[in-house]
């Protein structure tokens, strides 16, 4: 009997020292219960293929606020492209080079300039007379200057029509000759058909060959100012 008691004793003793000692290692922090609601997950999110860990406890959105904020970081990614592309071609425009490297020459004010029709005006210097009786070889013509410049040299053409609109000949020319803006200057040039008594349409023809009579055209091909 006695043994029974001091064996049921002993196994008290036991259970007791076990539950001090998880109490020691509780109060000690050895031994913790897991908080499942405190666990945080991590997430892989995506953001234009680039891929970011973020926690659960960190944000929380919804879909369509996840939309929106890829929809805001591809702007933001094109307009610092665009930024990027501007400042390129800002910088090209201001390096005004040849093929060669060389700087391009301006030219300075006041020298004189030669300039098309075409890119200009064609209507810069216009036919104001024409007189050729069929005694002389020459014709006089008069054209008028209709720019606000000063004209110093004229490259023109100048064609000829029969009574009936059919064309006859041509004749290119190139005069030296000032004409200021708004006015009217006479040179001579080479007539048409002078050995076959052909006169200006305008003026005295022989008697004999009132037939033949010729219209003039003019067109202006360049021209140089100062």
């Known amino acids: 009997m006695y043994e029974r008691k001091n064996g ?33 997950k991590e997430t892989v999110v995506v953001i234009d293929d680039e891929e970011t860990t973020a926690s659960d406890a960190d944000f929380t959105v919804t879909e369509a606020e996840w939309r ?18 501007g400042s390129n071609k800002t910088a090209s425009t201001k390096t005004q080079t040849t093929a060669t490297g060389e700087s391009t020459p301006v030219q300075p004010k006041g020298t004189a300039t030669e300039s098309t029709a075409s890119s200009q005006n064609a209507n810069a210097l216009t036919l104001a007379n024409y007189n050729h009786d069929w005694v002389q070889p020459d014709a006089t013509v008069a054209l008028k200057n209709n720019t606000d410049r000063t004209i110093t040299q004229v490259t ?59 219209k003039v055209k003019f067109e202006l091909k360049s021209y140089k100012t100062n």
């Open 8 to 40: 049921t004793g002993k196994v008290f003793l036991v259970i007791l020292i076990v539950v001090i000692v998880i109490g020691l290692f509780w109060a000690t922090g050895v031994i913790r219960q897991k908080d499942s609601s405190k666990e945080q």
């Open 156 to 214: 023109g053409r100048m064609i000829y029509y029969d009574m009936n609109g059919n064309m006859l000949d041509y004749q290119d020319f190139t005069k030296t000759i000032t004409i200021e803006s708004g006015m009217v200057k006479s040179f001579s040039l080479k007539a048409y058909g002078y050995k076959e008594n052909y006169a200006y349409y305008k003026s005295k023809t022989v008697a004999t060959n009132t037939d033949r009579k010729y």
């Open 68 to 85: 929106a904020l890829k929809s805001e970081v591809r702007q933001l990614r094109q307009e610092v492209d665009q930024l990027k592309s």
